[in-house]
């Protein structure tokens, strides 16, 4: 009698054991960045160098990662002496490439108002997002150039951050869900 309460103990431990692993191992698992936690609009704010130039734009990134936005710098005028500075705009399109850990490639074509366009890159990495319905968001993102800017001359580099903005389906997601009474 003793071996067969000992044995039916143990299948217990080892049947208790087996079915919580799978809950374990799901907890510890980190989540994974991927395009569609890109889908949405960005406010982006621009600093170049040591805030001698800066820029506000939109960036709207679908679920494929493929990016549209515009963008408008405040530059120092070339050849001023007096300090003088130009506003120049223009619209971009892109990709973006996203590792599992957030960091990624921003591949864009800059188009100024003047008709000019520049093909860059930018390095980014994921520094804010929430976790909806399973699913990562992305909230901030800070990027770099990898070559100094082709608009804003002297060799400057290009820092900056994205924050989403607030759409329909966060609208939609914070309402709480109607009750009637009965």
């Not at 569609?36 to 406010?43: L, Q």
Request: some cysteine; glycine content about 10%.
């Amino acid at each position: 009698m003793f071996s067969k309460n000992r044995l039916f103990i143990q299948a217990v431990l080892i049947l208790t054991c087996c079915l919580g692993l799978p809950f374990a191992n799901a907890e510890s698992q980190p989540l994974c960045y991927n395009l569609s936690n890109f889908h949405g609009t960005y406010s982006i704010v621009a600093t170049y160098g040591a805030n001698i130039a800066m820029a506000l734009g939109t960036r709207t990134v679908d679920a494929s990662g493929n990016m549209t936005g515009t963008f408008y710098i405040n530059e120092p005028t070339t050849g001023s002496t007096t300090g003088a500075r130009t506003i120049v705009s223009g619209t971009q399109v892109g990709t973006i490439a996203v590792n599992c850990d957030g960091t990624g490639v921003v591949t864009r074509v800059l188009t100024l108002a003047s008709g000019g366009t520049v093909n860059t890159f930018d390095d980014f990495l994921v520094t804010g997002a929430i976790v909806r319905n399973g699913r990562l968001v992305i909230t901030q993102i800070t990027d770099m150039t990898r070559a100094p800017s082709a608009i804003v001359p002297g060799g400057i580099f290009v820092f900056r951050t994205w924050t989403r903005v607030p759409d329909w389906n966060d609208f939609l997601a914070a309402i709480p869900p109607l009750s009637l009474p009965r």
